[in-house]
C-alpha cells in the first residue's frame, strides 16, 4: 500500500470539519466514499466535499474495492456492530470515542480484533500541540516528581463544548452510554493514560437527577501504577457563571495547568511562570489522521491502540456504575 483510502461511515456533524475534509490535507491519503442512511444528505456531504462515491449502506461501502480504511463516525451504540464489519471485511479501522457504549461492549470488541492490531481510537487530542506540550514538560521532569493530578469541568445545561446535533442524541443512554460526560471524558481519561500510564484502581460516583443514565455529576479518583493520583470532578448542571474547564498537575517543584478546549499551558515554579499559547488547526483531528495514516503504512507507531480505548471505558463505567 502507498496510499489509505478511505470511506467514512456517518458523515455527521464531526465529520464536517473536525475530521471529515483532514482525510483529502493528509499526505498518503484520500477520501473516497462516505455513508449515511439519509441519501440526500450522503450525496450532499460527498458533493460539498469532493468525495467520488456515497452511499446508504455500510455493505456497500466496504465492497468498494478501492478502501482500505473506514472512519466510522456514528453514535456509540453502533460502534461495535460497525467496527467487526469493517474488520471482516479486512479493513483498517479509525474509530470515534468512546468506542463503545460500555466496558463490556469495549472487552468483546478487544476480543474480536486480531493480534496484529488494524485499529486507532480517535482520541485526537494526543496530537494536538498543547497536550504535547503538556507531556514534554512532564518528560522533562519541569515540576519535579508528580504527586497527583485534578481536573474541574464544570458546565451548565447550554454549554458550548460539546457539539448539539438535531436529535441529541448525546443524551440519549441507549445511543452515547451515558450523556455529556461519556461523550468528553473519553478525551480526559485517555490523556491522564497517556501522561501518567497503567492504572490500578479507579472508582467513582454518579448521579442522574431523572435517574435516566444521563449523569450529570460524576466524581472520579484514580491510583495510578507509579503512585500518581488523580481526582475529577464532571458537572453539567451547573450555573452559568460557574463554568469552568481546567486540569491542574502537581509536581514537588509546581504546577502544570492547562483547559481541555483552550490552547494555553501554563508552567508555575518557584522561580517562574511560562505561558505557552498554541494554535489548533481548522480540521483538529488532522494531526492524528497523519500519525494515523503513517501507522496504517507501516512508518509509525500505533497512536491510540484499542487497549487504550478499553482501558478509558473501564474507567468510565468505573466512575459511573
Not at 237 to 247: G, L
Request: proline share 4%; net charge neutral; charged share 25%.
Amino acid at each position: 500500500m502507498k496510499t489509505i483510502n478511505w470511506g467514512i461511515i456517518g458523515a455527521g456533524d464531526v465529520a464536517e470539519v473536525k475530521s471529515g475534509p483532514a482525510f483529502n490535507k493528509v499526505e498518503n491519503s484520500k477520501l473516497v466514499a462516505v455513508m449515511r442512511r439519509n441519501a440526500t444528505k450522503a450525496k450532499d456531504f460527498a458533493e460539498r466535499h469532493n468525495v467520488p462515491f456515497w452511499y446508504t449502506s455500510i455493505e456497500d461501502l466496504l465492497e468498494n474495492p478501492e478502501i482500505n480504511a473506514v472512519y466510522i463516525a456514528t453514535p456509540p451504540s453502533t460502534h461495535l456492530e460497525i467496527a467487526k464489519k469493517c474488520l471482516q471485511a479486512k479493513k483498517f479501522v479509525y474509530l470515534e470515542k468512546p468506542i463503545t457504549l460500555n466496558y463490556t461492549e469495549a472487552k468483546e470488541l478487544k476480543a474480536f480484533v486480531s493480534k496484529n492490531d488494524t485499529v486507532v481510537v480517535a482520541h485526537y487530542r494526543r496530537q494536538l500541540p498543547a497536550f504535547l506540550k503538556v507531556k514534554e514538560l512532564i518528560d522533562s521532569n519541569a515540576i519535579g516528581k508528580i504527586s497527583f493530578a485534578d481536573i474541574t469541568i464544570l458546565q451548565s445545561k447550554e454549554n458550548k463544548i460539546i457539539t448539539k446535533t438535531e436529535a441529541n442524541w448525546r443524551l440519549n443512554p441507549k445511543i452515547s452510554g451515558g450523556g455529556y460526560f461519556n461523550d468528553i471524558a473519553p478525551h480526559q481519561i485517555d490523556l491522564l493514560l497517556y501522561y501518567f500510564g497503567e492504572i490500578e484502581t479507579a472508582k467513582g460516583f454518579a448521579k442522574s437527577s431523572q435517574n435516566n443514565g444521563v449523569h450529570e455529576l460524576v466524581n472520579g479518583i484514580i491510583d495510578f501504577k507509579n503512585g500518581i493520583q488523580f481526582r475529577g470532578i464532571w458537572n453539567f448542571n451547573a450555573s452559568e457563571k460557574d463554568t469552568k474547564d481546567v486540569c491542574k498537575i502537581y509536581g514537588e517543584k509546581g504546577t502544570i495547568t492547562f483547559s481541555f478546549y483552550d490552547e494555553k499551558v501554563v508552567l508555575s515554579t518557584n522561580e517562574k511562570e511560562e505561558i505557552f499559547d498554541f494554535e489548533n488547526p481548522v480540521n483538529i483531528q488532522k494531526p492524528m489522521i497523519v500519525a494515523t495514516v503513517n501507522y496504517f503504512l507501516g512508518k509509525g507507531k500505533n497512536p491510540c491502540d484499542l487497549e487504550n480505548g478499553v482501558t478509558v471505558m473501564k474507567v468510565i463505567d468505573a466512575f459511573t456504575k
